[in-house]
């Protein structure tokens, strides 16, 4: 298997006792080096031939429902956005700076105690999910969730993690 083309992460810890930020950010790279050969290798996905960045932002609830509010109208925090850089669809060309991915502590921390998970497994998930909007990836629509959904389940299988939808069948 081919390592596939490589991503560059820049991760700002903005709020939130997210403790060790290099804990984090060796996670972030791992399931973004994972999504990066599943969308290359199985999607036939295009990636440019300079390494494009992808910004994580660790934040805090308080955080996060600021900044829902001011770009969904909904100011309430959630547990990821994703601002991709440029408008993308699927299989379409990215450029240099594919986008921001947001996370919010506290909503995860909680999300995964009743999912009963460890916080890094969501945390890797919820990667993955932000990562798959910047290119496009959408889940407003049945078949499109269902198509997004597998896609992730197929990335975090190849990572030793369970399915975060319990019973998608990865395509």
Do not use: C
Not at 10 to 27: F, K, N, P, Y
Not at 38 to 49: H, I, K, M, N, T
Not at 81 to 104: E, H, K, N, Y
Request: proline content about 8%; cysteine-free.
């Amino acid at each position: 298997m081919t390592s596939g083309p490589a991503i560059s992460l820049a991760l700002a810890v903005e709020a939130g006792d997210w403790g060790d930020a290099g804990a984090i950010e060796a996670l972030a790279e791992t399931a973004l080096a994972a999504a990066v050969r599943d969308l290359s290798e199985r999607e036939g996905q295009p990636f440019p031939d300079i390494e494009p960045e992808v910004s994580l932002v660790l934040a805090d609830d308080a955080m996060m429902a600021d900044i829902n509010g001011q770009w969904r109208n909904q100011p309430k925090p959630t547990n990821v956005l994703s601002f991709p850089a440029f408008p993308l669809v699927p299989g379409g060309q990215p450029g240099p700076m594919l986008g921001d991915i947001i996370l919010a502590r506290g909503t995860i921390e909680r999300e995964a105690q009743e999912l009963n998970k460890p916080v890094e497994e969501h945390v890797a998930h919820l990667i993955v999910h932000g990562f798959l909007h910047l290119f496009g990836y959408d889940h407003i629509e049945n078949n499109d969730a269902e198509k997004m959904e597998a896609i992730e389940t197929r990335i975090l299988t190849s990572l030793g993690l369970s399915d975060p939808y319990g019973d998608t069948e990865p395509v």
